[in-house]
Each structure stands twice: as structure tokens, then as C-alpha cells.
């Protein structure tokens, strides 16, 4: 094999590991085109809006608006590059959700569980790196993506009822369809977990504090609570000692954006 051709092997090996290994090294099935799911992932985000009450709190949004400001300037490219849409839902399910595209869902439920900024930066660390890592591409590629919630999602999507509106069950089960709001595979858990924890310290957020959130929840959490992204999935051991594992990785991040002078005055005031 001469020089050339090695170079062009090489490179083509890149390319191809690039496409299909995840941000902590998963190896990863992408078949679906990202521009699709982000339209749908757009058209959802405004049924969303236009049909769930949006909080009017003003302390709960500029609250939420803080922290989710500060973790999106620390993405890398091109994820830092988009414009992060937020939308606040009044509604006491103790949940949040990322779409594909850059949108971010938080339920004010979910305010009641998280103790401080740290703790709500942990969320919003976990929900965009669920987006960054495509775990919803990954979904739909393993044609996870069926069932019900499509057919809702056709019905917002192609406008099914002349003028009428959309019911909130028929805008959240389209969520659904999309993964946006439904439990992921373990590894997307966990990854999303690392990786966020990557993006709340960057901001300046104690990574530490992810463990008290997942405690709150699991504590929070009822026998019968519905199924929900985040509360289904309980603070277990294996858990709390990944969160653990992380620190020696992520407390030097967290110390350097200090000395950064990164310290976002994100305050509850409520
Ligand atoms: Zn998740």
C-alpha cells in the first residue's frame, strides 16, 4: 500500500468511527436524518407551547432561564452555534425534556424537587446532552419511535382538525413518540448523566449536586407515578456511584471554571 492510499484509508476510517460512536465512546446506530426530527421536533415544541399553560412566575423563569443560559455557552460547536428555545410549563409533573434542534421543556413540578441552581443545572446538563449525544436520532434509527403517539403526532403535524385544538394528551403523547419525553436505554441514561455532568461544571455548577437531586427524586418519587423521563428513573446505587465516579473527572472542571470566574448568580428566591 503506497503513502496515498494509507492516507485515504485513515481518513475514511475517521469518518466512518466519527458517524457512529457516541460523545463517551458508545458505538451508536445513526440512520435518520437529524434536519427531519429537528422539524418534527419544532412543530411538537409549538404544539407544546401552545397548548400546555406556560408559567407567568417570574421568579421561576428567570430562574430557570439563568441556569439554562449558562450551561448552553459552555457547548462546543454545533451545538453552541444554535439559538436554545426554553419554554417554562406550568404544571406540577416533576419532569424536563430536550428536543432534537435545541429546544428545552421544564415543568415547574420539577422546581419543587431541585433544592438550589446546581441541582437544576444537573437537569438541564442531563436533558441537552441527551440532544448533543442524539439520543433521539439513535431512537428513531432503532425504529423505537412507534406506537401511538405517532398517530397524535400526524394529527399536529398534518393539521387533522379543521381549526380545533389540540388536547394536551394528544401534544404530550406526540412528545412521546418522538423519545423526548420517555425513558431512554440505560446507556443514553448514563451517558446523558456524564456528559451533563461535563456541561454543569463547565458552567460553574457544582457537579456534586447531581446526587442530591437524584436522592430528592427517588425520595420524591411515588410507587405509582406515571411515566415520566426523569422520575422513572430512581436514584438506585448504580446510580449515585456513577455520579460518584464522575467527580475525580469533573470537580477539576468545576474548580477551573471558578478560577474562570464563572460563578452564575442563579438564586430560587422562592
Ligand atoms: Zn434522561
Redesign the pocket.
Known amino acids: 500500500m503506497n503513502a496515498h492510499k494509507l492516507l485515504i484509508t485513515i481518513v475514511f476510517s475517521i469518518v466512518i468511527a466519527a458517524c457512529s460512536t457516541s460523545p463517551t465512546g458508545r458505538p451508536q446506530l445513526i440512520t435518520k436524518s437529524d434536519a427531519e426530527l429537528e422539524a418534527q421536533a419544532a412543530s411538537t415544541f409549538n404544539a407544546y407551547r401552545s397548548t400546555l399553560p406556560l408559567s407567568t412566575d417570574r421568579r421561576k423563569i428567570d430562574f430557570v432561564h439563568c441556569v439554562a443560559q449558562a450551561v448552553v455557552t459552555e457547548l462546543y460547536p454545533p451545538y453552541s452555534d444554535i439559538e436554545w428555545e426554553l419554554a417554562i410549563f406550568e404544571d406540577k409533573q416533576v419532569n424536563a425534556f430536550a428536543m432534537p434542534g435545541g429546544k428545552i421543556g421544564v415543568y415547574t413540578g420539577i422546581l419543587d424537587i431541585t433544592e438550589d441552581e446546581h441541582q437544576l443545572a444537573a437537569v438541564i446538563g ?2 441537552i446532552a ?1 440532544v448533543t449525544a442524539r439520543h433521539v436520532n439513535e431512537r428513531a434509527s432503532r425504529g423505537a419511535l412507534t406506537g401511538i403517539g405517532i398517530e397524535a403526532l400526524a394529527v399536529i403535524l398534518g393539521g387533522g382538525y379543521t381549526g380545533g385544538a389540540y388536547t394536551a394528551n394528544q401534544v404530550l403523547s406526540a412528545g412521546a413518540a418522538l423519545g423526548m419525553e420517555l ?2 436505554g440505560r446507556g ?2 448514563t451517558e ?1 448523566d456524564v456528559v451533563g455532568l461535563e456541561y454543569m461544571a463547565k458552567a460553574g455548577f457544582d457537579p456534586r449536586a447531581a446526587v442530591d437531586l437524584w436522592q430528592n427524586m427517588s425520595a420524591k418519587n411515588g410507587k405509582k407515578a406515571p411515566p415520566e ?2 422520575s422513572t ?1 430512581p436514584a438506585n446505587e448504580t446510580r449515585i456511584e456513577n455520579l460518584i465516579n464522575q467527580w475525580q473527572k469533573t470537580l477539576p472542571i468545576y474548580n477551573q471554571a471558578l478560577a474562570d470566574g464563572k460563578n452564575p448568580t442563579c438564586k430560587k428566591t422562592w
Open positions: 442531563h436533558e441527551h425513558p431512554m443514553q441514561e446523558a423521563h426523569l428513573h
